[in-house]
């Protein structure tokens, strides 16, 4: 802390240097920030899991944790490559498993050490060093009210003639925009440039993040936005309505897997690995379903409410490997670039 206790006047020097040092060693304590935890604006907004999280981990560590905020998964880890070795982070929360490889590429990342047998997600998902907290289904939302016309599959939407209009999110900067890059890639394969020609007639706007583009759903200004099957659930038990519903398409839905991973410099750090165990229980998993609207990665302490029995199982769960993704994604975005920039 700085000091801005001053005095012009010799008389008061010493008071004034007492006084600096009580403020000091008093403000010490609360200053200190234990544990870094960078993740993504929504999970620490003030209606996200964030502050839930925080403040039962800090009753369980007795110590201050800072989350820092940047807009999205992706943007994460474009964050984490420009900070290098010289990123404050601890904790890495909020990336997805298209992702991990990449991660890791960075020499930032260190295996965790953890048992890990609590968590449950679907497929083999199995890593030394990131540690799954939830899971949900990319999906497209469909606001009921606006008349439109359901599509039944992927391919029929990318057909539609209808003249509907979609918000999706940037595969640069989001982990939903990805997540729709690589959705479309399993089912048009080397089709996919031309089915990105189809469907960019149907975009409203391309947002940098999820936050900007479903607040831009939810004020009316398109029918249909990339989101996730898990979101209904938030309109039934905070609003009461089930207006907004998660199309089931039959060629399948990409599983999104998000996790949280432990950086070399908070190897030294203890907490660290004591938050990384702290996720997996209920003290962090209570806060999932109604807070993140995802399915939580491991137990809760009490069933989740039944809006969540209500949403559409996929037919299939369409999922590339992260090495995949990782040889291939630049590739794949400049393929959608050239498409949606024309």
Same mark, same amino acid.
């Given at each position: 802390?700085?000091?801005?206790?001053?005095?012009?006047?010799?008389?008061?020097?010493?008071?004034?240097?007492?006084?600096?040092?009580?403020?000091?060693?008093?403000?010490?304590?609360?200053?200190?920030?234990?544990?870094?935890?960078?993740?993504?604006?929504?999970?620490?907004?003030?209606?996200?899991?964030?502050?839930?999280?925080?403040?039962?981990?800090?009753?369980?560590?007795?110590?201050?944790?800072?989350?820092?905020?940047?807009?999205?998964?992706?943007?994460?880890?474009?964050?984490?490559?420009?900070?290098?070795?010289?990123?404050?982070?601890?904790?890495?929360?909020?990336?997805?498993?298209?992702?991990?490889?990449?991660?890791?590429?960075?020499?930032?990342?260190?295996?965790?050490?953890?048992?890990?047998?609590?968590?449950?997600?679907?497929?083999?998902?199995?890593?030394?060093?990131?540690?799954?907290?939830?899971?949900?289904?990319?999906?497209?939302?469909?606001?009921?009210?606006?008349?439109?016309?359901?599509?039944?599959?992927?391919?029929?939407?990318?057909?539609?003639?209808?003249?509907?209009?979609?918000?999706?999110?940037?595969?640069?900067?989001?982990? %939903?925009?990805?997540? &729709? *890059?690589?959705?479309?890639?399993? +089912?048009?394969?080397?089709?996919? =440039?031309?089915?990105? @020609?189809? $469907?960019?007639?149907?975009?409203?706007?391309?947002?940098?993040?999820?936050?900007?583009?479903?607040?831009?759903?939810?004020?009316?200004?398109?029918?249909?936005?990339?989101?996730?099957?898990?979101?209904?659930?938030?309109?039934?038990?905070?609003?009461?309505?089930?207006?907004?519903?998660?199309?089931?398409?039959?060629?399948?839905?990409?599983?999104?897997?998000?996790?949280?991973?432990?950086?070399?410099?908070?190897?030294?750090?203890?907490?660290?690995?004591?938050?990384?165990?702290?996720?997996?229980?209920?003290?962090?998993?209570?806060?999932?379903?109604?807070?993140?609207?995802?399915?939580?990665?491991?137990?809760?302490?009490?069933?989740?409410?039944?809006?969540?029995?209500?949403?559409?199982? %996929?037919?299939?769960? &369409? *999922?590339?490997?992260?090495?995949? +993704?990782?040889?291939?994604?630049? =590739?794949?975005?400049? @393929?959608? $670039?050239?498409?949606?920039?024309?």
């Amino acid at each position: 802390m700085t000091d801005l206790l001053s005095s012009h006047h010799r008389g008061f020097f010493c008071a004034s240097l007492l006084l600096a040092a009580m403020a000091l060693g008093s403000a010490q304590p609360a200053q200190a920030q234990d544990l870094t935890v960078y993740t993504y604006d929504s999970f620490t907004s003030e209606w996200g899991p964030g502050p839930q999280v925080e403040k039962a981990f800090e009753q369980a560590c007795k110590c201050d944790v800072q989350f820092v905020s940047i807009a999205d998964g992706v943007a994460l880890l474009n964050r984490l490559r420009l900070e290098g070795e010289g990123s404050k982070a601890d904790i890495v929360l909020g990336l997805d498993t298209n992702l991990t490889h990449e991660a890791k590429a960075t020499g930032l990342f260190a295996p965790h050490g953890l048992d890990t047998s609590r968590i449950k997600v679907p497929g083999e998902f199995s890593d030394d060093t990131f540690i799954p907290y939830d899971y949900s289904y990319f999906a497209f939302i469909l606001n009921k009210d606006s008349g439109i016309t359901p599509p039944e599959s992927l391919r029929a939407l990318v057909d539609d003639q209808s003249g509907l209009k979609v918000v999706i999110m940037d595969p640069r900067t989001s982990t %939903p925009g990805l997540g &729709l *890059l690589l959705w479309v890639k399993a +089912v048009y394969g080397d089709e996919a =440039a031309a089915a990105w @020609e189809k $469907l960019r007639d149907k975009v409203l706007t391309v947002t940098p993040g999820w936050s900007e583009g479903y607040g831009l759903f939810t004020k009316g200004e398109a029918p249909m936005v990339l989101s996730y099957s898990t979101s209904p659930a938030y309109h039934v038990i905070e609003e009461g309505t089930d207006k907004y519903v998660a199309l089931p398409f039959s060629e399948g839905h990409y599983l999104q897997i998000e996790v949280a991973g432990l950086t070399k410099k908070g190897v030294e750090n203890p907490l660290a690995k004591q938050f990384l165990e702290f996720m997996q229980g209920p003290g962090f998993q209570d806060a999932i379903p109604q807070t993140n609207w995802m399915f939580p990665a491991a137990e809760t302490s009490k069933p989740l409410h039944e809006a969540f029995n209500t949403l559409i199982d %996929p037919a299939k769960t &369409l *999922l590339f490997t992260p090495e995949e +993704v990782a040889e291939k994604r630049r =590739a794949w975005v400049d @393929e959608w $670039l050239a498409v949606m920039s024309r």
